[in-house]
């Protein structure tokens, strides 16, 4: 008991000694002003209109018109920004006859207590077919037509330690499916082949400690989700889909970046195909086409080298591996899907790091070419 009531008394010295300084300097400044000026709150904000003009092996060529939104808040009660937030409004039309309208945003709340992303889409598309697995070949391949509405809505908190947690909303009706009078899809009938409504909730858990979320210089990126897409929701369709993914980025000076990426994307169930895991597109294994092949699963990982060239363009070269697959078993050296290639960068907001990108990458079938905006990973 004695014990107790000394370390009590020796608490609240130290205490009185550590506030005594702080209270007496509040003093003296209350006597120098009553009412001190408050720093001004400023933002960085700004809109950018701009042309769209893009290529993708699916697409072939494609154009149309873009407004980007960016922005960082700044703290309340101190100098410090958020990370940059980002929404931006598409409208396309590609010589596929395919047209795209497609509000998608990542938004950072002030003091980040809330990350906030999503989409809203419209589309229509003609997409390519070439079956299942590794043993599908490129004249296989059929083409099929659908329209599409979608809707994606993650709302998370930050739990400290710029990590974010919370519920993902994912609503899809595929309508007016037209197919080849000889399609596969139609004889394997595969989910999706016809129309439905493909609905499911998740949750998505991030760590993320990237020091920009445009152009990463240095820190990391994991994320971790998971859904159910089912009748209870109102979907069509019954399956589980489990996703991971990590990114590590090493500044090697002079605006110099080492990156990597790592993904693994796994379902059960009865999935659309137009859901279907791929190797390829513009994120990963750049020497193929988004759809080139299709499974239940997929896994791969890359790195990219980052430099500067002069004014305001820059240099990437890259290499992946990845393989989609039905089992493990699956996955092996004969058809595992390598890629390599190089790429450009022009920064369009250079103190923003935003930059747009054309990547050329060639993978076992040849070569494809990709022009987007952003990174990346």
């Known amino acids: 008991m004695r014990l107790n009531l000394y370390l009590t008394f020796l608490l609240l010295v130290l205490l009185t000694i550590k506030t005594y300084p702080v209270l007496a300097q ?203 897409f089912g009748k209870a929701f109102g979907s069509d369709f019954r399956y589980n889909n489990l996703n991971f993914e990590f990114n590590r980025y090493y500044g090697l000076g002079n605006d110099r970046v080492l990156a990597t990426n790592t993904m693994l994307r796994l379902n059960e169930g009865d999935v659309p195909v137009q859901r279907l895991p791929t190797a390829g597109g513009d994120k990963l294994l750049r020497g193929y086409a988004r759809n080139r092949f299709h499974d239940d699963h997929f896994v791969g990982s890359q790195v990219e080298y980052r430099f500067p060239l002069f004014w305001r363009l820059g240099m990437v070269t890259f290499a992946g591996i990845g393989d989609v697959f039905d089992k493990p078993k699956d996955v092996s050296f004969s058809t595992l899907k390598y890629s390599i290639g190089t790429g450009l960068r022009y920064a369009i907001r250079p103190d923003q790091k935003l930059n747009t990108r054309l990547d050329v990458g060639y993978g076992r079938e040849g070569f494809n070419i990709y022009l987007m905006i952003g990174e990346a990973f």
Do not use: C
Request: net charge neutral.
């Open 26 to 228: 509040e003093q003296t400044t209350e006597n120098q002003t009553v009412d001190p000026p408050k720093p001004k709150m400023r933002s960085v904000k700004g809109l950018i209109p701009a042309p769209v003009l893009y290529y993708t092996p699916d697409t072939k060529l494609g154009f149309g018109a873009s407004l980007l939104g960016y922005f960082r808040l700044r703290s309340y009660t101190d100098t410090t920004y958020t990370r940059l937030s980002l929404a931006r409004l598409v409208v396309d039309y590609t010589l596929n006859k395919q047209t795209d309208q497609w509000l998608y945003w990542n938004i950072f709340t002030r003091e980040e207590r809330l990350m906030l992303r999503g989409e809203l889409r419209h589309r229509i598309y003609t997409d390519r077919f070439y079956g299942l697995g590794n043993d599908s070949r490129e004249e296989d391949r059929e083409l099929y037509d659908y329209d599409m509405i979608s809707a994606k809505i993650a709302v998370l908190k930050n739990v400290g330690f710029r990590s974010f947690l919370g519920p993902d909303l994912h609503f899809t009706e595929y309508y007016n499916v037209e197919l080849e009078d000889d399609s596969q899809l139609r004889s394997l009938e595969l989910p999706g082949y016809k129309k439905g409504r493909n609905v499911g909730l998740g949750a998505i858990f991030l760590i993320d400690h990237r020091n920009s979320t445009s152009y990463p210089s240095k820190g990391f990126y994991l994320e971790l989700s998971g859904y159910h």
